[in-house]
């Protein structure tokens, strides 16, 4: 037995009392995108609320009939929790925080989270769906390249700088960076820029077909892109607490 570190990246929500609007944008998110809290490390931020705990555990419920599993609750005391209640969670490096536009504001960021667990000797290998760059002390560098489509249920994670795809992201893919994001190919998929909290990461596309893009834990869906910039190529950049599309060419 040994034991090992690992960083994942986890999605935060911050819910809002009452909930109704809030969870009718969680159910906009996953009605154009039905994958993407599946299997994912989820977070519930509650710092500053004062939510009491009968909220939260109302909260709780309609996540878990979602089907979104919660694995830590960010600010409140673990002598709070009811038994049965996720556990009481302290750390990470939280991009910054930031208003979702539209009617609820969902408040979706990232966070990196590290992971100590033992494991044996034949848990080493990820699984296949998942690059993460950053098991590998040689892929530090601040930019990486991938020179084949990233293709439908696969992730490209590398949370400390560019990736460069060479090819098409697949709906149903992800490409998660700390800095910026290029894909010479088309964007199908879902792709989170700046997620170590970069606001000067952008999004770059030959052709922006994606499911969500999202820079420094800013988020927006594909309902809410411009038709001048569907199917197009294009650039996304984050600005004054907004997320500004911008067609190349």
Not at 39 to 63: F, N, W, Y
């Amino acid at each position: 037995m040994k034991f090992k570190g690992k960083s994942f990246i986890a999605i935060v929500l911050t819910p809002q009392i009452p909930s109704d609007a809030w969870f009718a944008e969680i159910d906009r998110i996953m009605t154009r995108s039905p994958g993407f809290f599946i299997d994912r490390p989820i977070i519930l931020d509650a710092r500053g609320t004062k939510m009491p705990i009968d909220d939260l555990e109302g909260v709780l419920e309609g996540l878990s009939q979602r089907s979104i599993r919660v694995m830590g609750i960010d600010g409140i005391a673990g002598t709070r929790l009811k038994p049965g209640m996720p556990p009481s969670f302290g750390g990470g490096r939280l991009a910054a925080e930031v208003d979702v536009p539209g009617p609820a504001g969902v408040g979706v960021s990232a966070v990196e989270v590290t992971e100590k667990a033992s494991k044996g000797e034949d848990a080493d290998a990820d699984s296949d769906a998942t690059v993460d760059l950053d098991d590998d002390p040689a892929n530090d560098q601040t930019s990486i390249v991938i020179t084949e489509p990233v293709r439908s249920g696969q992730s490209v994670v590398h949370p400390t700088g560019d990736v460069t795809i060479i090819g098409s992201v697949s709906s149903g893919a992800e490409v998660i960076a700390g800095g910026s994001i290029h894909v010479y190919g088309a964007l199908r998929g879902r792709a989170l820029a700046g997620v170590s909290g970069n606001e000067d990461a952008r999004i770059f596309c030959t052709k922006l077909d994606a499911e969500l893009v999202s820079i420094n834990g800013l988020y927006q869906i594909a309902d809410d892109f411009g038709k001048e910039v569907l199917n197009a190529s294009a650039q996304i950049r984050f600005e004054n607490e907004t997320l500004v599309f911008e067609r190349l060419g």
